[in-house]
C-alpha cells in the first residue's frame, strides 16, 4: 500500500461539531481527490485539490495540501446528519490512475 | 443526464461459477474503469479503457478475470471461476476525454462468492 496512517477507521460526532480527516500518501501526485461514498453507491467527488495549492474551500468543506510531508485533510465545519458516509482520499499516478486510500466512516449522530 | 449504470446489483455465487458484470457508462464518455472494492477498503483499479482499446489490465487479479468494451460504449466484466476471495463491491467509472478528468461511478454489483 503507499497509504500512511490512513487506515479504515470510524469517527463519531454530534450534529452541529467539526471534523478533520487526514491521510498521508507515499507517490508523487500532483492532485489529491476527496470522494465520499454513500451506502450502496459509488463514490463521489467532492473536493480536488492540486500540489500549487494549499487549501480548497467548497461549502462547509475544506481541503489542505502539504506537499512536502505528502499529507492531507478534509475538514467538514458544523457536520450534519446527511455528511454521514465514508470519506477517502485519492491521489492520481498518472493521467488515468486514481489510487484510493481505505477510507474513514464518519457518523454524524443527531 | 443519466449516470453510470451497472446490471446486476447484486449476485451471490458459489465458488467455481462464473459471472458476468454490465456497464453503462454515461453518454459521450470515452474512458471507462472497473475497480473492485473489497469490504471496508477503497477501490481499487482494474482495468480502464479508452474507446475499446484496453490501455491498462495489468491489475487484473488473475486469467479467470477479462473484460471487454467491444463497440467502446458499454462494457462487461467476467469472472470466471469464481474464488471466495472475489467476494467485494465491482464497481463502473467513466470520463470524459481521460486524462485528469473527474470520473463518475455507478452503483457497483456487490458480489458474495459462498
Known amino acids: 500500500s503507499q497509504w500512511g496512517e490512513e487506515n479504515l477507521q470510524a469517527l463519531s460526532i454530534q450534529e452541529g461539531e467539526d471534523v478533520t480527516m487526514n491521510c498521508s500518501y507515499k507517490t508523487y501526485t500532483t492532485v489529491v481527490h476527496w470522494y465520499r461514498q454513500d451506502s450502496g453507491r459509488g463514490p463521489a467527488l467532492i473536493i480536488l485539490i492540486r500540489s500549487n495549492e494549499r487549501e480548497k474551500r467548497s461549502g462547509r468543506l475544506r481541503a489542505t495540501l502539504d506537499t512536502s510531508s505528502q499529507s492531507s485533510s478534509l475538514s467538514i465545519t458544523a457536520a450534519q446528519c446527511e455528511d454521514t458516509a465514508v470519506y477517502f482520499c485519492?491521489?492520481?499516478?498518472?493521467?488515468?490512475?486514481?489510487?484510493f486510500g481505505k477510507g474513514t466512516h464518519l457518523h454524524v449522530l443527531p | 443526464e443519466a449516470g453510470v449504470t451497472q446490471s446486476p446489483r447484486y449476485a451471490v455465487l458459489q465458488e467455481g461459477q462464473a459471472v458476468s458484470f454490465w456497464c453503462d457508462p454515461i453518454?459521450?464518455?470515452?474512458?471507462l474503469y472497473w475497480y473492485q472494492q473489497p469490504r471496508d477498503q477503497g477501490p481499487q483499479l482494474l482495468v480502464y479503457?479508452?474507446?475499446?482499446?484496453?490501455?491498462?489490465n495489468s491489475q487484473l487479479p488473475s486469467d479467470r478475470f477479462s473484460a471487454v468494451r467491444p463497440k467502446g460504449t458499454n462494457s462487461t466484466l467476467k469472472i470466471q471461476s469464481a474464488k471466495q476471495g472475489d467476494t467485494a463491491t465491482y464497481l463502473c467509472?467513466?470520463?470524459?476525454?481521460?486524462?485528469?478528468?473527474?470520473?463518475?461511478f455507478g452503483p457497483g454489483t456487490r458480489l458474495t462468492v459462498l
Open positions: 479503457f479508452r474507446d475499446e482499446a484496453v490501455i491498462d
Open positions: 467509472a467513466s470520463s470524459l476525454l481521460g486524462g485528469f478528468a473527474e470520473q463518475f
Open positions: 485519492a491521489t492520481r499516478t498518472n493521467a488515468y490512475k486514481v489510487i
Open positions: 453518454s459521450g464518455h470515452d474512458t
